[in-house]
């Protein structure tokens, strides 16, 4: 049986996990599949997979993580915090296995899951998302690029997006910062960490139109056992700016 439902969140928190806005729908029996947007975006970026994976008789959780769409706001934004957010929805509903489809922001997200619960993730779907650098030096070179006339034109139209979803209210400026100084801090541990992911894992990479280096998502897919990467040249936004190809891909993965 199809059919939606939806948990809505508190105005705003500052301790503890967060209780997600989570649009659910699918068959109450099927598999869970679990999907996580990006920075600026809302569950609602994901409608289009949704409709691609509903034939396949799964129970489709989508929530706004914290700060964006109809979940509460809050005095913090991390990504341990958003982690603590999704795995409280994950554990809320008794879901023992997942499937993770994660973007940007998200697919962070997905990954700790995947690396401090390999058991409970089945499948990880990680779509153009941005290594935490290695180490200082790293740390210190992307931070330089970042800097670059050529680099920052992508930004500039990030940030308008996230200005349209302030407007309608759906974007807890607050957030926008530390997320994107989370994605630049130094992390060697999270490297480490992709070698204990046992799910079996699909990389997509947005491919030369991309900002984030296709050489860079092969290296992550490399080291996780089961990875491996497909690149569409479609930009940082993949299920938006192709999205017959990127739900095909997903669906067909995911099986």
Known sequence: MLHDAYETGQKRANEGPLTLRCRISGDPAGRATVLLHA?????????????????????????????????????????????????FLIDGHRLDTVDLVGHSMGGHVAWLIAQRHPSRVRKLVIEDTPPPPRDAAAEAELRERSRQ?????????????????????????????????????????????????????????????SPVPRSLLAEVAEAVPQGRLLAIDAGHYVHRTEPERFCTEVARFLG
């Open 39 to 87: 920075l600026g975006n809302t569950g609602r970026s994901w409608d289009r997979l949704v409709s691609a994976l509903r034939p396949q008789e799964r129970r489709l959780y989508v929530p706004d993580l914290r700060g964006h769409g109809q979940s509460p706001r809050a005095d913090a934004y991390t990504f341990e915090l958003m982690y603590r957010d999704v795995m």
């Open 149 to 209: 006339a050529d680099s920052q034109r992508p930004v500039i139209s990030l940030y308008r997006e996230f200005r349209e979803l302030r407007r309608a209210g759906e974007l807890d400026g607050m957030a926008v910062r530390p997320i994107i100084d989370g994605l630049r801090k130094a992390d060697p541990g999270w490297w480490q960490r992709l070698g204990e992911v046992t799910a079996e894992t699909l990389v997509i990479s947005g491919g030369l139109s």
